[in-house]
Structure formats: structure tokens, C-alpha cells
Nanobody, 121 residues
Framework: QVQLVESGGGLVQPGGSLRLSCVAS????????MRWYRQAPGKEREWVAR???????TYLDSVKGRSTISRDNTKNTVYLQMNTLKPEDTAVYYC???????????????WGQGTQITVSS
């Protein structure tokens, strides 16, 4: 069974940092395009960052320079390091894989359950 489990969210003051983790099971992240999304209250879900199978990273403009997406293939885990957090970063953050190969077939999109980041003083 393919699965993504996020962790690392929490309450942080403006200017603080958090590192989100996304542990994958049932497939190998090394061969997959992995993404982070977020959804703020009353807003549409938006894409935040992406790392492809070659390690190329791209970011939403509003988090560029403050965020780093990375992966540890040995742990089958994707990370999102977020620095200089702002109140507008408050949202539920989701890990996602558009397409994965598992059990002899392609599946997806795969979504985690989300982890909440609240930025407030």
C-alpha cells in the first residue's frame, strides 16, 4: 500500500523555522516527483515546492529563498525546511506524489494527511 505520512508542523512565532517531514511507504521516492502543497483556511490548495527524480527543485514565489525541499533516499523521506515564517504561511501542509510505481503498476496522485503550521505571536 502506497502511503505518505507528514509530520513536523506546529505553532511557531513569526520569523521562526520548521522542518516538515514526509515518510513514504510502498514506493521509492528516488524515482518519483515529490511535492509539497498547502491549504490555508478558506483558500484553495496551492503548490509550494517540488523535487523531481533528478533532484531539481522549484518553489512557489512567495516561499522562494525561505524554503528548501530535499529528500533522503535512504530514509525514503522528503523534507521541507521553512525559515523566516510569516503569518501568511499558516496552513495545512500536504506531501504529494503525482504518480508512483508500486506493485507493478503506476498509481496516483498520492496525498498525505497533512500537518498544520500556525505562525502567530
Amino acid at each position: 500500500q502506497v502511503q505518505l505520512v507528514e509530520s513536523g508542523g506546529g505553532l511557531v512565532q513569526p520569523g521562526g523555522s520548521l522542518r516538515l517531514s514526509c515518510v513514504a511507504s510502498g514506493f521509492t521516492i528516488r524515482n518519483s516527483d515529490m511535492r509539497w502543497y498547502r491549504q490555508a483556511p478558506g483558500k484553495e490548495r496551492e503548490w509550494v515546492a517540488r523535487i523531481n527524480s533528478d533532484g531539481l527543485t522549484t518553489y512557489l514565489d512567495s516561499v522562494k529563498g525561505r524554503s528548501t525541499i530535499s529528500r533522503d533516499n535512504t530514509k525514503n523521506t522528503v523534507y521541507l525546511q521553512m525559515n523566516t515564517l510569516k503569518p501568511e504561511d499558516t496552513a495545512v501542509y500536504y506531501c504529494s506524489a503525482p504518480t508512483v510505481y508500486s506493485n507493478g503498476r503506476f498509481q496516483g496522485p498520492i496525498w498525505g494527511q497533512g500537518t498544520q503550521i500556525t505562525v502567530s505571536s
